[in-house]
C-alpha cells in the first residue's frame, strides 16, 4: 500500500512537472516566435559577435538564442538581444545587419519603432536564426527623429550617404511639386505613402555607392525632416527646407 502511495505521489509530482515545463514553453514560444508554439533557450549554439563602431548611438548586448517547434514542423531558431540607444537623442529608425562567414546566416533589416527610441532607452530584437552558423551582428544606419544621421563606415553598409542623398532629393523634388500645386498641406497629405510614390530607380538598390537600402532611407530622411520642421515653425519652415533643395 505504501508503495502504490509513494509511486502515486511519484507519478502525480512527474506530470505537474512536464505539464509545468510545456506551460512555460508555450508561453517563451509565443514570446520569442509566435502562438502554438514550442521554445527553449539554446546554451550550446555559439554566442554571436557584435561589432559595433565606437560612435555607434545604439549598443547591441544580451545575445540569446532560443530553439522552437510546433507540432507537425521542424525545429527553428531564433536570436534575441537588445537595442539600447547611447545617444542623447530619440531615434527613428535604425539598419541593423548580420553577417556569416558562411553562405547562410547573411541578411539585414530596418526597423522603426513605433514611438521612437529614447536615450537610454532599450528594446528587445530578433532575427531568425535557423542554421547553425557563426554570426556577427552590427548597426550600420542610425535616422533620429529630428532627421540628422549616424552612418556605419563599412564598406559592407546598407546605407551610405550618396545613397541617402539621392533618395533625399529625389522625395523633395516630388514634394516640391505637390506644394507648387497644392500647399504645404498636401505636402503633409503625402507623406504618410512617400514610399509608394517615390520609387527607387533601376539598379539603385545594387550601386554600391548607395547600399541596398541608402536609397529607401533618403527617402524616409525627407519625411522626418518635413514632419520636424513642420512641428517647429510650421508651413513657412517646411517650404523653405523643401526650397533649400532648388538650390
Known sequence: MKYTRRLLITLLTFIIGILSA???????GKR????????????????????????????ISNPRYYSFMSIGSGVGGVLRFDITNRSNKTVHSYDSRYYSPVPVGNGSYGS?????????QSRDDSISAHKY???????DFVQFADGTTWFSSSPQSTVKPE????????????LLV??????VQSVM?????????VRQPNGAATNPEFGIFGF????????????????????ERVETFLRSYQK
Open 32 to 59: 520569442v516566435w509566435s502562438p502554438r508554439v514550442f521554445a527553449w533557450h539554446n546554451p550550446l549554439r555559439q554566442p554571436p559577435k557584435i561589432d559595433l563602431q565606437p560612435d555607434s548611438p545604439l549598443l
Open 112 to 120: 522603426h519603432p513605433e514611438e521612437g527610441l529614447l536615450p537610454g
Open 216 to 235: 529607401y532611407c533618403g527617402v524616409t530622411n525627407t519625411a522626418v525632416r518635413v514632419e520636424h520642421e513642420y512641428q517647429d515653425g510650421g508651413a
Open 22 to 28: 510545456a506551460i512555460w514553453s508555450a508561453h517563451l
Open 178 to 183: 505637390a506644394m507648387s500645386r497644392d500647399g
Open 133 to 139: 552558423a557563426p554570426l556577427t551582428l552590427t548597426i
Open 163 to 174: 545613397g541617402l542623398k539621392a533618395g533625399a532629393r529625389a522625395a523633395a523634388g516630388y
Open 189 to 197: 497629405g503625402t507623406l504618410p505613402r512617400i514610399h509608394a510614390d
